[in-house]
């Protein structure tokens, strides 16, 4: 919502249509946006949640704290994820920067050793494409962690 407000803010032709629209239309866009950001996978927006329980690849999992990115499906897929690995809400903040590098390269670190162990670069491969598709898991009305 804070980028919403500063675009309308920032751009003034933004701003206008945005006056502009029947309030009607406006609803029926937000009902319409809804419904296909967060209704199509489940409780993950990228990946179907059976990906989620089956996934070989080891998951870094960095949990957003807002309304677009809530803790509570970070720790849903920690917790039915088989090798995820889940940092704390604050990971971001000024104080944990240098903590969360130091984990950050310590799991790609751990990754990386046990593919170059077992020689499978499908195992990297689908590492980061379920880190990626994890990391843009969205909530939907209906979702419960």
Not at 29 to 56: H, N, T
Request: aromatic content about 6%.
């Amino acid at each position: 919502m804070k980028r919403l407000t500063a675009r309308i803010a920032a751009d003034r032709q933004f701003h206008d249509d945005a006056l502009a629209l029947d309030p009607d239309e406006y609803a029926r866009i937000i009902r319409a946006y809804d419904d296909l950001m967060w209704s199509a996978k489940g409780a993950f927006m990228s990946v179907e949640e059976a990906f989620v329980r089956q996934c070989p690849a080891p998951l870094l999992i960095l949990p957003g704290t807002d309304e677009f990115q809530p803790t509570e499906i970070a720790e849903r897929i920690r917790a039915e994820a088989p090798h995820g690995t889940c940092l704390p809400p604050d990971w971001g903040t000024p104080a944990k920067v240098p903590e969360t590098r130091a984990r950050i390269l310590a799991f790609l670190r751990e990754h990386s050793r046990a593919r170059a162990q077992y020689g499978s670069s499908k195992l990297a491969g689908t590492a980061v494409a379920a880190s990626n598709q994890a990391m843009t898991a969205r909530p939907t009305r209906n979702s419960s962690p």
